[in-house]
């Protein structure tokens, strides 16, 4: 296989979407295969592909909103009823590790009924995870700043959001999950990144291909776009060409099958 897949499970933004799912990503190298985000409904989606239920090898679960979440619970109760075997763990926000454990005891998902051991690993912010020549380094976001300032004194928790740099194969992706600020993708691109995998959410297109226009990368995949811009796809399109620049781009559809390589990335 190529050095690296990457296939867009789920590519909708937080709103309920009537043609895409929510945002999960599976990346697929030669030795190890791991998911980015556990929207609804990456079990259907995991399903209806035919891979085998132990191709996954762990998950990263960005931040604890719904549309990065809110899939996760169906997709264990799936790697239960199918056998799965492999052992699985999840790499998320620290905050969200017990409650998640108790609403998987709560659906009788229990870990007695489990054919597969399922850890928990709570992410640290520049604290990579290496699997098989894979490293994966989360960076702090500010997505979730202004929910902490209005309600950090009521509720007791980080408010922690996460995005990714994958390096391994010779290549560098950086995976924004969600942003506060077009600034937090400055640790994922202070070296050059063949594939920038953005959201496009919470900023107009003008002011985020402005900040990537003169960054060193080889191709970005907008994903996680906002409702208003899926309104009118070729004036998008002609926006983001007319801010961007010289860099390649293409806006990720649900089902996408995406080869990358050094430079860039070909597929349908």
Known sequence: MDSLILNCLGTGDGWPCADRSHSAFLYRFPETAFLIDCGESVSRTVKASGWSY???????????????LGGFFMLMQGFWLERRRRTLTVHMPEDGIAPVKRLLDAGC????????RLRFRALRARRSVVMRGVEVTPCPTTHLDQLRARFGSKYAQRFESFSFLIDGHGMRVAHSADLGAVGDLSPLLSKPVDLLVCELAHFDVEPLAAYLRDKP??????????RALRQDMKATR??????????????????DRLAVRAGGMEGG
Request: proline share 2%.
């Open 54 to 68: 132990d191709m996954i090898e762990c998950a990263f679960l960005s931040h604890l909103h719904f549309d990065h």
């Open 109 to 116: 998902v229990f870990e007695d009924l489990l054919s597969f």
């Open 217 to 226: 990368i080889g191709r970005v995949l907008f994903v996680h776009l906002a």
């Open 238 to 255: 002609k926006r983001i060409r007319g801010a961007l620049g010289r860099i390649p781009f293409r806006i990720a559809e649900d089902g």
